[in-house]
């Protein structure tokens, strides 16, 4: 049984993803631009889509662009960055009305095309630079974006894990670029900026829904045509690793503690044990049957949260738990324990079972949304593979305990950190 | 079983009112994985003094107690029903909110099974002092968690400001003093008194044949045995119409400054077609008054006082009711008092028109549309809608039917300084 259907047309500059289903009231657009994350362009790149996103050559402001959203019946329409491996990706999503579920019978999903189209290669410029009031606007809202993770103290301490266990690694640089770096961005070269990324990129298209595919193909091709090109691979990972586990902990005036401490998996996506790393951190960590639920919270009664997740592209994994201040002997104490256990196989044919059960359920959730599909369906763009879903779940369900055994070999624990309050030890 | 078809949505709800009381409702989705399934109680956080079951006088219970009820309702004598349910591939999970305690799960396969575990482990509790104590250690991390939440504490700031003495103010997870008081004879008396089948709602909704789900449950359900319940007495204190507090302010450790306003709402006694009508329009109102195609965005946003987190709500339940607007701002006062000044511009002339409500109107149509996509919408909404006696799928015939008129009749009259409250985070002083 297929469980996506995906038919992928190479277009000029770009792919084509279709995935034709009934199962939506809407069409989903989804544009995907990836490029190596690098200290140089990741601020210009964080900023440039946000610039896209407020105007365009014709409609000159966001009111009028905004206007014209609303009168598609409500089409959203947003843009969003994340990093995925050593690459940083600009998204940009439409989603928009079937009109066969409305009174009104005026066919939407070519409008939606043409609003894409028009996004992407119809920006609102004055000469050779975007429109500076917009570049200075959205300046001033990136600084505090950027600002605002210190605001969120679970967010906080999950970015300053990865940078002091990535430190000098490009994986290090934060999604939204670096603070210090937006002033010295203008209208110009933020243009340049964006000729450059259109010309370099490697660019996907996913259109999800009651589709025609000829129909797409052919909106596609005329309204979106680019310069071929061949997408930029990265060499072998950087890792800068210290023999010993680093321990950071940091003061600030907060009432609950945040504990989390990075791994290498040394595994990544498309590698033969990828499958078995995936059932290891179900059993770990990943599900509230998982063994840190289970003992950091049910049985110690600890915590509210305790939970491990995978970075299948940089090789990471990443626990996490909201703990007492005086708690983080005990707690760093039963997190080790349990990667122990996984690492002496020590975990039942029941946990073993059950895990791939519940990813197995997780993931055929995660695709009934069109997001979580093109995420899904994107991880073979960023690994240069080509796995498909039912292939995927088939080698999930394949995996023994030995192999499960021989990964948690594998995981080396890199750094703890620890946001505390000012009163620790009190 | 009755069948209601929505024709211009393309689909079909089934439903039946079980001979226990229990309202069960089925909506088939082909092309999906997943089901999802909801059993929810409509009793909330804000269900703090009533009559148990069985007995004549108030009682008011500890603050918090309906969210540690849900929390203790999935430990067993035999373990934790979250084993079970993964064993099973489902994926469970519980909510409480002011008004309801929902319990779901989730789940591709297995799906007979993982229906009859979610019914079962609702219908049959098991509270042990010992659990008990064991929970308060969890929860009081849940609660230090929310302590440190700048937007959490900021949105129960307002509500606190907003009202005076109804047990809306109270946080649902309640204090770890107040949690402290929680014995299991008070959350025996809590269950008894509000999980009976008739104050409850199951919603399945998946790739599901209806016809023999319906069975299921009510087979489930016969071997059960519910005597007939009387009617939940709850009681609530008078509230005045204004607001309590005008003004907050919470020093925390944050960098950048938060600002909502707050507008306590009007005629909290409505149910059924008017509470639609009336949170419709007054969702309408903000949307023409503060969305990203108004002029006040605009201008909010090229004068600096709001970035990408500003945002509105209108919330109204039996009882109490309230908008909110804002978001992280550079400059907490400006932004508040700019606010105050729009909304004070609607209310005393009108300044929409015919254009502009219809776009409004598509856009909510259209977002009606992307909302049933989703089948978790579907069942927690309906489910809320079914509880105040109304129906989700009326959201877009009431729509349509709104006029300019609705709107400004509004506007004139909810919006007043007497029930504006401001609340705001600031960066704590060094």
């Known amino acids: 049984m297929a469980t996506v259907t995906e038919k992928i047309t190479p277009l000029k500059g770009y792919n084509l993803h279709i995935i034709p289903t009934e199962k939506y009231k809407t069409n989903t657009l989804i544009w995907k631009m990836k490029a190596p994350l690098t200290k140089q362009d990741v601020t210009k790149r964080a900023l440039l889509p946000q610039v896209l996103q407020s105007s365009s050559a014709k409609y000159p402001t966001t009111t009028a662009l905004r206007s014209y959203l609303d009168e598609l019946y409500g089409a959203t329409f947003f843009v969003d960055l994340s990093k995925k491996g050593e690459y940083h990706i600009m998204s940009f999503s439409i989603e928009i009305a079937n009109e066969k579920f409305l009174s009104d019978p005026s066919p939407l999903l070519k409008k939606g095309f043409e609003l894409l189209a028009e996004i992407l290669t119809n920006p609102n410029i004055k000469g050779n630079a975007f429109d500076q009031d917009t570049v200075g606007k959205e300046k001033r809202t990136q600084k505090q974006r950027i600002q605002s993770v210190f605001d969120d103290k679970m967010r906080y301490s999950n970015v300053r894990l990865i940078q002091e266990m990535c430190n000098g690694e490009p994986y290090a640089l934060e999604v939204n670029g670096d603070s210090a770096e937006v002033e010295a961005i203008t209208a110009e070269n933020l243009y340049e900026y964006y000729k450059s990324a259109f010309l370099n990129d490697e660019m996907d298209l996913f259109i999800i829904g009651d589709v025609n595919e000829e129909e797409v193909k052919s909106y596609a091709s005329e309204l979106l045509h680019f310069e071929d090109r061949k997408s930029k691979k990265l060499g072998a990972q950087e890792i800068n690793r210290a023999n010993d586990v680093k321990e950071i902990k940091e003061e600030q005036d907060v009432k609950q503690g945040k504990l989390n401490i990075g791994y290498r998996t040394n595994i990544v996506y498309g590698d033969p044990d990828y499958f078995a790393l995936q059932v290891f951190n179900g059993i770990f960590g990943g599900f509230s049957h998982s063994k840190l639920f289970i003992n950091v919270r049910e049985k110690a009664s600890l915590a509210y949260y305790a939970a491990s997740r995978l970075e299948s592209h940089k090789g990471l994994m990443m626990v996490m738990s909201g703990i007492d201040l005086k708690n983080y002997d005990q707690a760093v104490g039963i997190i080790h324990e349990q990667l122990e256990a996984m690492k002496n196989g020590d975990f039942t044919d029941q946990e073993l079972e059950q895990t791939k059960a519940v990813i197995q359920n997780q993931i055929l959730e995660t695709i009934d949304t069109s997001r979580g599909l093109t995420e899904i369906l994107y991880h073979n763009v960023v690994a240069a593979t080509n796995i498909n879903l039912d292939t995927w779940l088939e080698e999930m369900q394949k995996v023994t305990k030995e192999e499960i055994v021989e990964v948690a070999k594998k995981i080396q624990m890199d750094t703890i950190y620890f946001l505390t309050g000012t009163e620790a030890g009190k | 079983m009755e069948k209601i078809s929505f024709d211009q949505l393309q689909e079909e709800l089934f439903h039946e009112k079980l001979s226990n009381g229990l309202n069960v409702y089925i909506l088939p989705k082909k092309g999906f994985n997943k089901t999802f399934a909801t059993f929810t109680t409509k009793y909330g956080s804000v269900d703090n003094t009533f009559v148990p079951l069985g007995k004549n006088e108030y009682v008011k219970v500890p603050d918090g107690i309906a969210h540690f009820l849900e929390h203790k309702l999935f430990e067993k004598e035999d373990g934790d029903v979250f084993q079970q349910f993964s064993r099973q591939g489902a994926s469970a999970n519980a909510f409480t909110s002011f008004t309801r305690t929902a319990y779901l799960f989730s789940s591709t396969s297995d799906v007979e099974k993982n229906l009859e575990t979610l019914i079962d482990f609702v219908q049959e509790p098991y509270f042990s002092e010992k659990t008990v104590e064991k929970e308060k250690g969890i929860i009081g991390q849940e609660i230090t968690m929310y302590d440190d939440n ?281």
């Open chain 2, 150 to 430: 700048a937007d959490w504490r900021l949105y129960f700031g307002l509500i606190q400001n907003l009202y005076q003495n109804h047990p809306v103010k109270i946080d649902i997870a309640g204090t770890i003093e107040s949690i402290s008081h929680i014995t299991k004879d008070w959350l025996y008396e809590c269950y008894n008194t509000f999980y009976h089948p008739s104050n409850m709602l199951l919603f399945i909704v998946g790739p599901v044949d209806p016809e023999s789900f319906m069975n299921q449950v009510k087979e489930n359900q016969a071997k059960k045995d519910y005597k007939d319940m009387p009617e939940i007495k709850r009681k609530f204190e008078t509230e005045p119409a204004q607001a309590a507090e005008m003004k907050q302010v919470l020093e925390m450790n944050v960098q950048t400054s938060k600002c909502l306003l707050g507008i306590k709402a009007l005629h909290v006694d409505q149910t059924g077609d008017e509470l639609l009508k009336n949170e419709l329009t007054m969702n309408i109102l903000l949307d023409l008054l503060f969305g990203k195609s108004s002029e006040n965005y605009n201008q909010l946003y090229n004068e600096g006082l709001i970035d990408e987190t500003f945002s509105f709500d209108y919330t109204q339940e039996q009882g109490f009711g309230f908008a909110m607007i804002g978001g992280d701002t550079g400059e907490p006062d400006k932004l508040a008092e700019t606010l105050a000044g729009m909304l004070l511009k609607a209310k005393s002339k009108a300044i929409f028109n015919e254009e502009q409500l219809e776009r409004a109107k598509r856009k909510k149509i259209g977002g009606f549309l992307r909302a049933v996509n989703s089948p978790e919408y579907i069942a927690n909404q309906f489910t809320r809608y079914a509880f105040n006696d109304m129906n989700l799928f009326d959201v877009v015939p009431t729509l349509e039917k709104i006029t300019l008129n609705d709107v400004q009749s509004l506007a004139s009259e909810v919006i007043s300084e007497e029930r504006f409250s401001v609340c705001q985070v600031i960066p704590k002083k060094k």
